[in-house]
């Protein structure tokens, strides 16, 4: 199935620094979510974009949603032990029965 | 919590079998989206349920079917299981008019099949 260009793959830092990734696509989207994932629990929905150039935060988190519709980014800053897991995109393009297309995921982990 | 429920959390099943997964969806929430997760891989979508009809499907075999009922609950069925069916099995829920796109996802159900 499709899917969007995550990276990077994985991550191992220090606590305390800050994470940055990111979604590319060859398609537009109209929305972009980002998730994190505890190993065998669902995805949690972490911040949802919805305008071309919007910057949101929760948090220690903030993502964009990039001028042309084909990228975002989540920034971490600050990390802590419990921010390890896995950090999905997921784009919604409204035409396309409004399902979710998804990354292959950023692996995190957090050294204290 | 995001209100999606998930039944069963775990299940082992034997190929050939079939199997059901429940979905209790939150409430206000119209549409409920099936996706298959397998290990180390982001999930992929099954098919959506709005107002009881298919509203879409994924790359899956007809043997992938589901039912939403009026309260717009939905089960996952899947008949002749393989082997690669084995993965977690993800509900999420939307409310499919409004102008958020959010999706709100249970727990999840891990399948294996052996």
């Known amino acids: 199935g499709q899917q969007l260009n995550q990276s990077p793959q994985s991550m191992f830092i220090q606590e305390g620094e800050d994470v940055s990734m990111n979604c590319t696509s060859s398609?537009?989207?109209?929305?972009w979510l980002w998730y994190k994932q505890d190993p065998g629990e669902g995805p949690v929905l972490l911040i949802a974009?919805?305008?071309a150039g919007e910057l949101t935060s929760n948090g220690r988190l903030t993502a964009q949603f990039g001028i042309t519709r084909k990228d975002s980014f989540l920034n971490i800053s600050a990390s802590i032990p419990s921010d390890v897991g896995i950090y999905f995109c997921a784009g919604v393009n409204a035409g396309n029965n409004r399902k979710l297309i998804w990354g292959l995921g950023t692996s995190l982990a957090v050294n204290p | 919590e995001t209100g999606v429920t998930q039944s069963p959390t775990h299940l082992i099943k034997t190929r050939g079998q079939q199997v059901t997964l429940r979905c209790s969806s939150q409430s206000g929430h119209n549409t409920v989206s099936w996706y298959q997760q397998a290990l180390g891989q982001g999930p992929q979508f099954i098919f959506q349920y709005y107002r009881e009809e298919e509203n879409g499907r994924g790359n899956f075999p007809p043997r992938f079917s589901g039912l939403q009922f009026p309260n717009y609950s939905s089960e996952l069925n899947v008949n002749a299981l393989e082997l690669d069916d084995s993965a977690l099995y993800l509900c999420?829920?939307?409310?499919?008019?409004?102008?958020?796109?959010?999706?709100?996802f249970g727990q999840g159900t891990r399948l294996t099949v052996v």
């Open positions: 974009l919805y305008k």
């Open positions: 999420a829920s939307s409310h499919a008019k409004g102008p958020n796109t959010e999706a709100f």
């Open positions: 398609s537009i989207f109209n929305t």
